[in-house]
């Protein structure tokens, strides 16, 4: 008897060790601890070494990332879960990109070593200004002095010059905003607390910062005159990346598919858009002129003053539809906290329709606006475009997102538009599958959004691939997908100089092909219902959407993985 009871004791204590893993790896992985101390360290390292671009900077992160690179291949691979592994790989992938983007630095910092041979003296007193020691003023003003002389004999020279590159001017514009800043923090600390630097540096002060507020701007010169950098009539100035670098940032992002079979997977839905767009034209009773049908839909936008309980309608529509198929849980704070705000004009020049996040930001007309701008804004914000997007931008999009991102997992910084917005689109290509739209009204909506996603990756492709103008991609948005004229303006400007990633607008469509494939592989199979298969993603935080999917599937991914899965078929 005594040898049963002792059996089912130890029985209970390995469910119990075993569910107290369980819920253990619901926020944690033998990676965790690294993670989170890299990001720590990088953090105090950054504030510290603040200096842009700097070699002192440069050669601290560097020191620190290999360190971290040596701790993380010393885990036992072999013996780590599914999410371990993900964990693994990706933090090993993100410390091996920190280490190249440092050997691109320094390697264009030597390259610029001619225009920038005056550094070391400014780099110099920066680094005496942090612990406080008093200067020799009198000295300091000299070295100033001679400083701004030698900045004054390069301005002249760099302006006959006509050989350097993009790449290498974009770094030279880096290299002076940081010593702007390491001039303003000695500045700052010194003047009209120490008497020596109060007494002989205003002046050279002034001067110096002076000539290199005029040296940067002649670098930003250079860049709207290299190749690439020119406006092309739009008033748009960005700079294409090439081919070889898209690839590789598809790689990072483990996507197994060139530029041109993206392209070609975006016409592919753009067909189907465009076949969905006509059987809905023809039920509005315009025949095969789509886009007449289009202009009727533009113009069902409410009054001024409406739009905001336009869009509470339509997301109390959506939250209901939401419950009422149990597609996700939709914990009740999630819906109890998040807020409204009125885009800007200066905002809605580079976003015109409006955003989410736990903030809803709603994009209309305001007093200030053009009377034609007024018309474009509030015909790009009607209620059925908008049926199409208060699901990506509130719930269960972006706000559920950063919601659960704030909950789970939250070591995990991996974030990829793949997933941020590849989850938010998917939500659109779901409630169209499970009859969302009430109306081929409501359906043109949604199809001139579907629409949109594809024309983004052609038309960045195309750029970044240097065989369209930003002007060029402007058109094409009029053209092929109907958008108002100062809209395409905004979506473009938004796209090539709004400080997105080149890859951040072909991201939607395909991380949302991406959600779709991995919902027929284990919704549609039966292996799981929505609910479990929408709160599993959920759980799992932002990252690669191969990566979720190997944690969900529970892969066994080898150390040196790469990208495989051809999710589109």
């Known amino acids: ?31 965790n601890n690294l993670m989170v101390q890299y990001e720590a360290d990088r953090g105090s390292l950054s504030r510290f070494y603040f200096v842009e671009n700097s070699p002192e900077r440069r050669d601290r992160l560097a020191t620190l990332t290999n360190d971290y690179l040596k701790q993380v291949q010393q885990l036992n691979y072999e013996s780590l879960p599914a999410g371990s592994r993900v964990d693994y790989i990706l933090f090993k992938r993100n410390l091996d990109e920190q280490l190249r983007a440092l050997e691109v630095e320094k390697k264009e910092y030597a390259q610029l070593n001619t225009w920038f041979a005056f550094t070391a003296g400014i780099y110099e007193m920066e680094k005496f200004r942090r612990r406080g020691s008093q200067p020799d003023a009198q000295q300091w003003a000299a070295t100033m002095k001679t400083i701004t002389t030698s900045i004054s004999k390069l301005t002249k020279a760099l302006e006959k010059d006509t050989t350097i590159t993009i790449n290498l001017i974009r770094r030279a514009q880096g290299i002076v905003k940081g010593l702007q800043a390491a001039l303003k923090s000695v500045h700052e600390f010194y003047s009209g607390y120490d008497p020596g630097f109060t007494w002989w540096l205003p002046d050279t002060f002034k001067n110096i910062d002076s000539i290199l507020a005029a040296y940067g701007q002649l670098w930003q010169q250079k860049a709207k005159a290299a190749p690439g950098g020119k406006d092309d009539g739009s008033g748009i100035v960005g700079y294409p990346i090439g081919k070889e670098e898209i690839i590789r940032q598809l790689q990072q992002e483990f996507i197994p598919y060139t530029p041109e079979e993206l392209v070609e997977i975006a016409n592919k839905e753009f067909a189907w858009c465009d076949a969905e767009m006509l059987k809905a034209s023809q039920e509005m009773g315009f025949g095969k002129d789509w886009k007449k049908a289009l202009e009727k839909v533009k113009n069902t936008y409410v009054p001024p003053g409406k739009q905001p309980e336009a869009i509470m309608k339509l997301y109390n529509e959506s939250v209901a539809f939401l419950k009422k198929n149990n597609l996700l849980t939709i914990p009740p704070m999630a819906e109890e906290t998040w807020r409204m705000i009125m885009m800007t004009p200066e905002r809605q020049l580079v976003n015109p ?101 594809c024309a983004r990756i052609i038309f960045s492709l195309n750029y970044h691939l240097g065989k369209w103008t930003p002007q060029q991609c ?36 395909i991380g949302g092909l991406q959600f779709y494939a991995m919902k027929k592989e284990l919704v549609d199979s039966g292996k799981m219902t929505y609910a479990q298969y929408h709160d ?16 969900i599937t529970n892969q066994v991914l080898p150390k040196e993985y790469k990208a495989e899965w051809k999710f589109y078929k």
């Open 1 to 31: 008897m005594r040898k049963n009871y002792t059996l089912i004791i130890g029985c209970m204590l390995i469910a119990l060790s075993s569910m107290a893993q369980s819920v253990l790896y619901l926020q944690t992985s033998e990676v």
């Open 353 to 453: 329709f409006f955003t989410g996040g736990e903030v809803l930001s709603i994009s209309y007309p305001t007093n200030t606006m053009e009377e034609d701008d007024k018309l474009m804004s509030m015909r790009g914000n009607n209620p059925h475009f908008s049926r199409a997007t208060v699901h990506h931008e509130l719930i269960a999009g972006h706000h559920l997102q950063g919601f659960m991102n704030n909950r789970y997992k939250v070591y995990r910084n991996f974030d990829t538009p793949f997933w941020i917005e590849g989850w938010a689109l998917y939500w659109e290509m779901l409630l169209w599958d499970l009859k969302f739209p009430q109306s081929p009204e409501d359906r043109v909506g949604m199809l001139f959004w579907r629409m949109h996603r």
């Open 474 to 509: 402007i058109d094409f948005l009029v053209d092929r997908v109907g958008h108002e004229r100062a809209n395409a303006e905004g979506e473009v400007r938004r796209s090539f100089v709004g400080g997105y990633s080149p890859l951040y607008q072909l991201a939607y469509m």
């Open 536 to 551: 599993a993603v959920l759980h799992e935080n932002s990252m690669p959407v191969s990566m979720v999917r190997a944690i």
